[in-house]
Structure formats: C-alpha cells, structure tokens
C-alpha cells in the first residue's frame, strides 16, 4: 500500500491537479468513476509477494484500492474491476464518512468482493449482469 | 467487560482479556439465537485477529465452535461470512477440522473452501478442495443450488496447484465448461419472485437475449449478451469464461500426469490436421478438444461482438477487455494446437485491419502482435506491417496513454530478444520507447531498468547515451506536442523564421526549431550524432523545467546512466570507450537545464569516469586533446567540479608509461603545464571580492597530480616543491580565509605539507606513485588512497605531534 499512495502522489503531481479539501456528496446509485486516477505498475519477487506481480491501483478522494494480479491476469478487466469496486465499497462501508466503521463491517467487503470478485477471479460482467450483481446484494 | 471498543483497536488487547472476551463470545454463539449481540461481538472479534501481526492464540475449542457455527444450516449469513473472516485471519490455523467432503450446499462449500485454500496447502487441503469442487460438479446439483459459487474456487484450486486435478476430472470440467460456453439459454432469465420486488408474478414469456447494441442476438450466449434477468446457465457461461484462459494454460495441454495418454496424442494430432478444414463434429472429439472447438469459436464471436456500438457507454470498455481476453485464448489454443493457426491468423489479419487506426483500441494490438510474432511462421504470414505499425504509431500518438504504456513495455520485455536483432523494426523503433518513459517516469522506471540492457550494444550505445542525457528535454518536447496539437487550426501556422521564438509553442512551428522537434521526437534510430545542434532548443524547453512531469522524469535519468555505464563496460572496446569519454566531456555542457538533473548527472558520469578509465587506461593518452582542454579550462572548476576533479585524479593516476608506452616525456610536461596553470589561477592570482572561492577538493586533486607527475618526471620536482610551499602563503591570506571554511583550508595546508615531504625523497615518491601491476584495495579512491600512503611517509619523516599514529 506504501508503494501505492507513491504511485498516486507521483501522478497526481505530475498531472497537477489541485486536490479539493472538501468532501464532495456522494450520489445514490454507485456510479462508474472514469476519470479518478489509476495506474498499473510491477513489483518485483519478493517485494512483497514472492513472485512479480502488477499491481492496478485507483484513488477516489482520499481512498485508495489496490488489486494485485499475476502477470499474465487481464489488466483492462483488472481496471474495469477496481472501478466498480470503488464506488459500491465507498457507498456501503460509508468509507468517507467519520467513524472507523469500515473495520468492524468485513462481512459488508466480503460480501461485495464474494460478487465482484469471487475467490480473486475477475469476472467479465456486462452492465446487465452488474445490475443482477446490485440486485442481489 | 474487556469488550475491545473501536477507538481501540484491539491492538493492546491482552492475552487474558482475549480469552473472556472469546468465551463471551462463545456463550452467544452457542445460545438459541444468533442476532445482533453475536454478530456484534463476532465483528469486534475480527478486528482483534485482524489487527495483529501475530498469531492469535483463541481457544482450540473456540476455532472449532466456530467452524460448527459455520456449518450449521441454521446460522444466519451474516454469521458464517463473519465466523468465515475470521478463521481466515487466523490461517494457517492448527485446530482446524473443517473439511469439505461433506458439504452440500455451494453457497457454504465455497465460503469454507476459502478458508482452507488460505491454510498454506500442508496438509493437501487444495487437492481435497479442487476433489470436492469436481465431485460436486459432476453431479446434477440439487434444486437451488448453483454451480456459479463454486467454479470460481476451482479456478483458484487450478492455479494454486494445477495437478490436484486427475486427468480423468480435468476431462470431465473441461466437457462441462464447453457445455456452458456454447449452449447457455439465449432467453433472457425471469426475475425471481422471492425478493418481493414485484407485487404480481409476471406472466410475460421472457424475450430473446440481445447484444450490446440493442439488436436481437442471432447467435449463442456471451458475456456480451444482454439480458434483463438471467438464467443459472447464462452465469455459468460467465464465469467459465472468466476462468478459460487460466484453465486452458494449467489443464488444456496435454501432458498431466498420467503417461498413458501420450501415445495416443499423436496419433489424434495427426487425424486432427487432416481433417481441420472440415466442421468436425464435435461430439466425436475428447473432451479438452472439444473445450478448444468450442472456446475458439466463443472468441471469435466476442471479437465480432466487440465491434458494436453498445446502448450503455460502460459496456464499451468491457468490450475491449473482451476483445484483448478473447485474441489471448485463441493465441493460447494455436500454441496447444497448431491446426487453428490458419483460421486465427486470417481472422486476426482481419481483426487488425478493423481496429488499428482507432486509439480506443490499442491496447489490443498487443496480443495480436504477441500472436503472430508466436504463429506467423506458422501461418506463413507477412506480419511486419503489423509490427510496424505497432512500434512507429502507437508510441508516438499514444505515450500518453499510462495502461498503454505500461503493458507496451512489458511486451517489449517478453518480447526482448527481438530488439537484439539489428536490422528488426523492433530494434530500429527503441527511440519511440523512450517516449513512454519520459511521460510515465515513476510506474515505468523499474520496467525500464529490466529492458534497457536489450537495447544496449556497440551499435545503439552512443545513440542511447545521448537519448539518456536528453530524456527530460522528450518530457518537455512532448508536452509541448501534446499542447500544440490541442491547438486550434488558425494558430498552427509556421512562424516568422526572422523572429525567434519566445515560447516554446511558438518554437514548435518556427522553421529553425521544427528540426530540432523533430529530431528530439524521433521515432526510428539514427546514426546521425550531431547532439549541439539541440542546444537552442534545450535552452528554449528549461522553461519547462519546472513541471513536474519533467522534473520526474529527470529523476529516473541518473538510475538508468549507472545502468548504461554497467552493461556498456561489458562490451566496450578502446575506440567506444574513447567515444564516450569525448562525449561525456563534450555533454557535460550541453545538458537539459535543471539544476538538480545537472548535479545528478554530473556525479554518476564523473564515477563513471573513472570506471572506463580503469577498463582502458590508455585513453589518458588517446584522448590527450580533449582531456587536456577540459582539465585546462579553469571554468570547468566552478561549473562541473565532480567531472573536473575526477579527471584531474584520471590524470595523475593513468598518465604513465606503465599504462601505454606512448606517453612520453613530453606529454607528461604538456600536462602538468596546462594543470599548474590552472592551480596557479585558482590560488596564486589575487582573488576578486567577487569570487566565491574554488571547491577545496579540486585544489588538493590538482597537487596530488602535479606532484605525482613529478615523481614520474623528476626534473619537474622543483617546480612542484616551490608551489605546495606557496600554499601556506595561500591559506594564510586574508582574502582566502574569508572565503573558504577554517576546515578546509587546514586540510589542503596538511595535503600540500604531506606532498612536499613526499618529494624530498624522491625514490620513495616514485614509488608511492608507480601504478601497481595489480591493483589493491588501497588505490580505489580518488582522494582515499593517496592520504593512507602520505600519512605513513610523513609518519617517517617528521613525527611531529600532530601525527600521531592511530
């Protein structure tokens, strides 16, 4: 996670975006963040993990996900993934909200990634199918 | 009592209070209802396992409760996900007695299956999960259960160890994944009545699946199929594509551990290519066969389906996932057989064809290429257009573009021994590559450190040197492309050649720097050396040396010239290593105007420096010109002191006959002259209130090497002698003492003093200073070794009380 909020500082630097003090509103229904910013980068056997792997971040406000994948996993799904992740993980763990609820919900994180990201399988869900997902939880 | 509360953590908690806090908990677990206190508590339990670095020791008796709890069929979900969390917190856990075989429900199989992947695999527990999984599978399920919860741990099961399969079970899934990729229902699902959603059952027959379009699917079910509601079979068709690729690469081959399949293989390989033309009927051909038919035609389907234009604008960025997933397998399928080539390679020329002038689909070109630089000898395809096209546009459109970037260079790395081959358009495209640095510094620095050495040769190493030095400048020139191109069309014409350029977006259209651009973003090598030509326009972009994008990429620079310098001395020869010490010395002016970048790279290359110079020690002599110029030139003292005190030191150490035989007598008077007109300049001239005083390293580098010249040409021993005993004058004097630190001055009064009493015994000084045949650790560093030996003949000659040794 360490190497990840550097990732995201040095982007953000770098594409000097001035960063909003203020919490924005969060809308109702969990939406597609497009243009919050990401990466993809590699860490090499034994930093932590004891093979390589690419790591797919995203930052939303002031949170930051990270998925690890093998090297030959899917990094445009990893993306799509991580995007849809963010927002129903930030609407039902309320994570901008005061309070450190999040940690005493795991059951709330465990059920979304159950869906969304079953065993660490990556799913190729259209919006339809991510609607059914919505659905049932 | 002893509740951990969420302002703490639960991090302080003892040993003692963990224990009632545990039986607390288990009295709730083993009363008649589980509600909110037990889920409460189960929760805080968590947090506390959670948030240790050590194992928790609970209870043997507590963790089995809790696996109980788990299996129980009247425990809430709520409940058993919690009570799941946190016997996976605990793994590998000892007092675990979990075990699947007994498990009906898919649900609960794959919630406990989580836990036991987590234990580490001692005790087998992923072959008994991936046994269960298949035995489970094979079956017809029970009426509520889906197969959809529990194909994702075989996927899982697959990965982790891919012969917990038998060859037998490995058929049997590979039969029902077939199944489920090409005859999903393709009538949408109906909505089920259980959440209440829907005051009155509907009645309406559900309708057709549709595409991502909107139009009536004609064709079978894909994860590109839209429905409104859907059916077991159709989540199965998903998740059995989600998995495809990981499990055709650990279980679509041939070659698992029964040997007696083999014989056969041959023989099915050979009637399979004689027949491939033909639509085989499938039903005939072994299951993982049928599996590669059947997965074939899905990703020719999805590559079709891709090209729609989706109702909801998130489905296109699945698509071009699809698309990229879908060109991988059938890669895949043609590696593990061969009689798909044909097929693949016509239908992905085609594919190419389609999708390469739109930038939304780059990312895909990738695996097409990867594909044909794999099968097109195969194929008998001319894919070099392909290739082409990938190297010269794509980084120069898209650089920009971070996900691009990144997993352009990791197909560069897996792809590396291409860019070893001279005449490649691989090889000829690596300015083009740098561009993806340049933008993206901090997420491909590492990546770049692995593929550079690829790229470094005798041919491309002077090239690269000067693209090294010049990476930010790419920074700055391709933002400035970046801007002049959002630029609106009546104000991108050329400007007026007569004036110069006050901007930098002005100087992308003037005439005279147009070249320049170009130059700089270059997308094939070139042999053309001529790096001062760039200095206006270097000049013009320091305006840009601030943006953070360039000082970024400025930091990576002098990582990769330790890299450069490292491989280079691998290979070089006496005339590249000349070249590059011209050069360096040359650059050393011509450098991207960053201050820190500058100091940066002026310390690797003067390090550097002295590496090539102990590879070749001749070029002291090869290169006496240059090396003369530089050393003489009291300005270099100032402006690049890591680089002029390292070549003064090259001086004294190399300039010998012992390093080449054509150092004579002359040379050697040649340079002590230019070196002791420089010392002469820097300490014997009365200095100007307005100078800053001269670096004090480069004052005691300068009479080490005089005096060790003189102890090789021993007529010059006077000169020297009289000049060391000037510098107690030197120091002394008030306009010097003002200037320089009261350390410093002290420190180059003893060198000058060591180096005197070294020259009156002038046998002794020649042989301090004759360069040994082999060098030992003593000789190492530049100012490091010669104090050790001047302290221990100043030791001998006046042991006076300031040396004492010790």
């Known amino acids: 996670s360490r190497q990840v909020a550097s990732q995201c500082r040095l982007l953000q630097s770098s594409s000097a975006r001035p960063l909003s003090p203020q919490l924005p509103q969060l809308p109702d229904d969990p939406i597609p963040l497009q243009d919050a910013p990401g990466g993809l980068f590699q860490l090499p056997p034994g930093d932590p993990f004891p093979e390589r792997v690419t790591v797919a971040w995203l930052s939303v406000v002031a949170i930051a996900l990270a998925l690890v994948c093998d090297p030959q996993e899917n990094l445009s799904l990893a993306e799509i993934t991580l995007r849809r992740l963010a927002p129903r993980l930030l609407h039902s763990l309320h994570l901008l909200g005061p309070g450190a609820d999040v940690l005493l919900r795991p059951e709330v994180a465990d059920g979304l990634l159950d869906r969304l990201l079953p065993h660490g399988e990556m799913l190729f869900l259209n919006q339809h199918f991510l609607q059914a997902v919505d659905r049932e939880l | 009592a002893g509740a951990p509360t969420a302002a703490s953590p639960g991090r302080e908690i003892q040993e003692e209070e963990l224990r009632r806090f545990a039986s607390r908990v288990a009295s709730l677990l083993q009363g008649p209802e589980l509600g909110p206190e037990a889920v409460d508590c189960l929760q805080r339990l968590h947090l506390t396992v959670a948030a240790t670095k050590y194992p928790r020791r609970l209870d043997g008796k507590f963790v089995e409760l809790l696996q109980t709890v788990l299996c129980s069929s009247k425990c809430p979900e709520q409940v058993q996900v919690l009570c799941a969390a946190i016997l996976r917190e605990m793994s590998p856990c000892n007092d675990l007695i979990l075990s699947c075989d007994q498990i009906q429900d898919t649900k609960l199989l794959s919630l406990v299956s989580s836990i036991l992947l987590a234990q580490g695999n001692k005790k087998g527990e992923v072959a008994a999960v991936g046994q269960r999984i298949v035995k489970v599978l094979e079956r ?71 595409e991502v379009d909107g139009a009536i699917a004609t064709d079978f079910f894909t994860v590109l199929s839209v429905g409104q509601y859907h059916t077991q079979d159709q989540w199965l068709n998903v998740q059995a594509f989600s998995m495809l690729r990981s499990w055709l690469l650990c279980c679509g081959d041939k070659g698992l551990k029964t040997p007696k399949s083999d014989d056969r293989s041959g023989m099915d390989k050979s009637v399979m290519s004689t027949v491939s033309t033909l639509p085989t009927s499938s039903r005939l051909l072994p299951p993982k066969e049928r599996l590669r038919e059947k997965a074939f035609e899905y990703c020719q389907r999805l590559v079709e389906q891709s090209h729609r234009r989706p109702l909801k604008k998130d489905d296109a960025d699945l698509q071009k996932a699809c698309l990229i997933e879908a060109v991988t397998i059938m890669d895949i399928i043609c590696k593990q057989d061969s009689s798909y080539v044909h097929r693949a390679a016509s239908f992905l020329k085609v594919l190419h064809g389609r999708i390469c002038g739109d930038a939304t689909y780059a990312r895909a070109l990738l695996p097409i290429a990867q594909f044909f630089l794999n099968h097109s000898k195969v194929a008998a395809v001319d894919s070099d257009a392909i290739y082409r096209h990938l190297l010269t546009d794509i980084p120069a459109q898209l650089f920009h573009n971070a996900s691009l970037a990144f997993e352009f260079v990791q197909f560069c790395k897996a792809n590396s021994q291409l860019f070893t081959e001279t005449s490649s358009v691989f090889r000829q495209s690596f300015p083009n590559l740098f561009k993806f640095l340049a933008w993206n510094s901090p997420p491909l620095i590492s990546e770049f450190v692995d593929f550079l050495p690829s790229l470094l040769d005798a041919g491309t190493a002077i090239e690269i040197f000067h693209l090294l030095l010049d990476l930010p400048c790419l920074t700055a020139a391709l933002d400035v492309q970046l801007r002049s191109a959002a630029l609106p069309t009546s104000e991108k014409a050329a400007s007026d050649p007569a004036v110069p350029p006050s901007t930098c977006l002005e100087a992308f259209r003037h005439p005279l720097y147009r070249s320049m651009f170009q130059h700089l973003l270059r997308a094939k090598s070139t042999s053309e050396d001529a790096p001062e030509r760039l200095i206006p326009l270097r000049q013009l972009l320091g305006s840009l040396a601030s943006s953070p994008r360039v000082v970024q990429c400025a930091e990576t620079v002098p990582v990769l010239l330790e890299l450069f310098f490292k491989v280079v001395a691998e290979f070089a020869d006496g005339p590249l290593i000349n070249q590059l010490v011209v050069l360096l010395l040359q650059r050393s002016d011509q450098l991207c105007e960053i201050p820190a970048f500058k100091d940066d790279v002026y310390r690797v290359l003067s390090s550097q420096l002295v590496v090539l110079c102990k590879l070749h020690p001749a070029l002291i002599v090869e ?184």
């Open chain 2, 140 to 210: 017809r399920l029970p009426e509520g259960q889906s197969a959809r919860y529990i194909l994702p741990v075989l996927s899982n099961v697959i990965s982790l160890s891919p012969e917990s399969l038998t060859e037998e079970q490995v058929n049997v899934v590979s039969k029902k994944m077939a199944d489920w990729l090409r005859y999903a229902s393709t009538q949408q699902g109906v909505a089920q009545p259980s959440g209440g959603f829907f005051s009155s059952p509907r009645t309406k027959q559900p309708g057709p699946v549709t």
């Open chain 2, 623 to 806: 290169l006496s010109t240059e090396i003369l110029e530089f050393s003489g030139a009291v300005s270099n003292i100032q402006n690049k002191e890591a680089i002029f005190t390292h070549v003064v030191w090259a001086v004294g150490e190399y300039l010998s006959v012992c390093y080449d035989r054509r150092c004579t007598v002359e040379q050697v008077l040649r340079f002590f002259e230019a070196l002791e007109a420089v010392l002469f300049e820097v300490t014997q001239l009365r200095p100007l209130p307005t100078t800053p005083g001269y670096p004090p390293r480069a004052i005691s580098v300068l009479m080490a090497t005089l005096t060790k010249l003189a102890a090789r040409s021993q007529d010059l021993i006077p000169r020297v002698s009289m000049f060391l005993s000037k510098m107690r004058t030197f120091v002394q004097s008030p306009a010097v003492t003002s200037v320089y630190q009261e350390e410093d001055l002290e420190e180059i009064l003893i060198r000058a003093t060591e180096l005197l009493n070294l020259l009156k015994m002038p046998s002794v000084a020649q042989v301090v200073f004759t360069p040994p045949v082999a060098s030992t650790r003593f000789q190492r560093e530049v100012n490091d070794s010669l104090p050790c030996a001047l302290r221990m003949v100043t030791r001998l000659l006046e042991p006076t009380p300031g040396f004492m040794p010790g």
